[in-house]
């Protein structure tokens, strides 16, 4: 095992064998700050800093704030940063937060899920501050989620999974008639009035592209 301290925040670890990350997920817990990422051999562990942990707080806030208002014929699920992690693909990682939208039926209710053989998450939400050592999109793409948002220096790029590689889009599929790469610019104009007025001003912002939604 080589280990390497890229910063002080993270630390990555070379020759690591499956058993040794699932070894790892047991002696840390579930009630921990790090997050880990497992990728063919190579772990990261990230102790998240607080600029980071703001803006996961306030876009996951947006984002129930506008399946609230769309008021979706589905429901929808947050697992927070759960690990998720297949052996068979030599993949596990924990995600800022992670959404169930159109999946969320199959799994309402449950706390045992198992990507082998239930629905993956719909979206997963990163927050990259400060770039990671690790390109986690590979390990996205093999636990396959369809649709990641990653949140970096005041711009949210908005990712689809095709073909087994990520390509960059201008819309969403959960949200497809939003602009929410424009949600860092309403974050910004509204911080300095505190967390419930930035929850208002996306509310408002929603209701004003209402009319053109399929739910409304």
Same mark, same amino acid.
């Given at each position: 095992?080589? +280990? +390497?301290? /890229? %910063?002080?925040?993270? #630390?990555?670890?070379?020759?690591?064998?499956?058993?040794?990350?699932? /070894?790892?997920?047991?002696?840390?817990? &579930?009630?921990?700050?790090?997050?880990?990422? @497992?990728?063919?051999?190579?772990? &990261?562990?990230?102790?998240?800093?607080?600029?980071?942990?703001? @803006?996961?707080? !306030?876009?996951?806030?947006?984002?129930?704030?506008? =399946?609230? +208002?769309?008021?979706?014929?589905?429901?929808?699920?947050?697992?927070?940063?759960?690990?998720?992690?297949? &052996?068979?693909?030599? =993949?596990?990682?924990?995600?800022?937060?992670?959404?169930?939208?159109? /999946?969320?039926?199959?799994?309402?209710?449950?706390?045992?899920?198992?990507?082998?053989?239930?629905?993956?998450?719909?979206?997963?939400?990163?927050?990259? !501050?400060?770039?990671?050592?690790? /390109?986690?999109?590979?390990?996205? =793409? %093999?636990?396959? !989620?369809?649709?990641?948002?990653?949140?970096? *220096?005041?711009?949210?790029?908005? @990712?689809?999974?095709?073909?087994?590689?990520? #390509?960059?889009?201008?819309? *969403?599929? #959960?949200?497809?008639? $939003?602009?929410?790469?424009?949600?860092?610019? $309403?974050?910004?104009?509204?911080?300095?009035?505190?967390?419930?007025?930035?929850?208002?001003? #996306?509310? &408002?912002? !929603?209701?004003?592209? $209402?009319? *053109?939604?399929?739910? *409304?």
């Amino acid at each position: 095992m080589t +280990v +390497v301290k /890229n %910063r002080a925040d993270r #630390v990555m670890f070379y020759d690591i064998s499956w058993q040794q990350f699932e /070894n790892l997920l047991k002696d840390l817990g &579930e009630h921990r700050a790090a997050r880990l990422a @497992y990728d063919r051999g190579t772990l &990261e562990i990230m102790t998240p800093l607080p600029e980071h942990e703001h @803006y996961k707080e !306030v876009i996951s806030d947006l984002v129930k704030e506008i =399946a609230d +208002v769309l008021d979706f014929d589905f429901d929808y699920e947050s697992f927070g940063s759960t690990t998720w992690r297949r &052996e068979s693909r030599m =993949a596990g990682l924990e995600s800022d937060n992670c959404f169930y939208f159109q /999946n969320e039926a199959a799994i309402r209710g449950r706390f045992d899920l198992d990507l082998r053989q239930d629905p993956r998450p719909d979206l997963a939400l990163e927050i990259d !501050v400060t770039s990671k050592s690790l /390109n986690w999109f590979p390990i996205y =793409a %093999r636990l396959g !989620v369809p649709e990641l948002w990653c949140y970096d *220096s005041g711009e949210l790029k908005i @990712y689809h999974l095709q073909n087994g590689e990520y #390509v960059e889009s201008a819309t *969403s599929l #959960v949200f497809p008639t $939003l602009a929410i790469r424009d949600l860092p610019k $309403l974050i910004e104009q509204n911080r300095a009035d505190g967390r419930r007025a930035i929850r208002r001003a #996306v509310r &408002e912002w !929603v209701k004003i592209e $209402l009319p *053109s939604q399929p739910n *409304s």
